[in-house]
């Protein structure tokens, strides 16, 4: 099987190793690929193996060989699922490989704002810690987040993996989602009671300390959060975002933030990436921004790349796993 790989530097900075794929078919790889050498690079090859390279219709129609497209992540927008599977292609993704990252960062983000942890820091390296005459300071406002109410959007692995944690800080579920059956699923498995409960949108939203958004990039979805979700917010709660850029409406974020509508965001993904000069949540106020990071850390990218290899055995071996069409 001849192989080509687009672009491994969205996975590596040579610190995880591709033998895994790599011993399975002739293989060329490429550290990032532009969209208009996709097509060129790809060239006589069965498979495909990328990241964020877009594989669309004309791809498919350039390249008639192409047989397998395997995905180094759990989305798959970037290939056009319909002319893959017009074309006889399959197409694999890796599920679920970054949960316990994700959730991770997601508590990253809330724990680092009401402790003021990245404040703290650097009044302390400002030489306030120094100069005080007492042995503490506190005069950033911390915050207990037991008892408090977060609203999880999204209840997949990760979405659950957030409630999971949620309920050992001793705090309070509200869970938004499409299919309201995995919240009792949920429950029954874990023995909870009413510390996790399934409401509306706007319920949750309402009554929400912290908003985390977990839920797919779809139609659906797409600027979910916009101007007229985030007044149902509280003024001092916390919107976060792990999930995809798109489905908060960016400028009505900038806005809200920017004049007091809600308290903060800790975002770690953006509608376009790499980020653009003119973003509008570059330089607004009362926001963390992350390089979509949560899912990077090098043990999950190693879980990542031993799935991917699997993906591809499965497919050589005539059992595709993983496939999506």
Known sequence: MKLCILDFETVSQNDVSLDGITSLAETTVYGSTKPEEVAERIGDSDGVICNKCMITKEVFEACPNLKYVGLFATGYNNVDIDSATQHGVVVCNVPSYSTHSVAQHTFAFILDYFNRISEYSKTVENGDWVNYKLFSYFYLPIFEIKDMRIGIIGFGDIGQQVAKLSLAFGMTVLVYTRTSSKVDAFKRENNIGDEVR?????????ESDIVTLHCPLTDDTSELVNKKTLRFMKKSSLLVNTSRGGVINEQDLADALNNGIIAHASVDVIADEPMREDC???????????????????????????????????YIDGNPINQVN
Do not use: F, M
Request: net charge positive.
């Open 198 to 206: 399934y409401c509306s949108l706007e319920e949750l939203l309402k």
């Open 280 to 314: 509008p949540l570059r330089g607004a106020k009362n926001i963390t921004i992350t390089p979509h990071i949560a899912w990077a850390p090098k043990q999950t990218r190693e879980r990542l790349l031993k799935i991917v290899a699997e993906n591809l055995k499965a």
